[in-house]
């Protein structure tokens, strides 16, 4: 694993935290939710990329990256499509 790699895509991963979080300020209050949502499939494509997620996480990101712009259709669409992902997790920490 390469450390600056990650680094740099952690610092990446930061701005794009902080900026959104300046962001919603003034945003609609969906964008909320799905800058959290984008947040954690980002996450979980830097693990992959250096090799540190596992099935469950890359199962779940390709989830996310297919539902999260459900938020551009409808707030109950999007409620839906999060609450399937947070079943997902539940039911996988049971696990541990």
Known sequence: MNDGELNKEFFELLCY???SARGLMDEPKM???FRL???ASRIISILEKHGIADDFLAEE???I???KYS???SEEKFKEF???IIQDF???LKKS
């Open 61 to 63: 990101r390709k989830k």
């Open 82 to 84: 999060l609450d399937r």
């Open 17 to 19: 935290v902080l900026t």
């Open 90 to 92: 539940a039911e996988e």
């Open 71 to 73: 938020v551009m259709e």
């Open 65 to 67: 990256d297919e539902g």
């Open 31 to 33: 964008y909320g939710p």
């Open 37 to 39: 949502v984008d947040t």
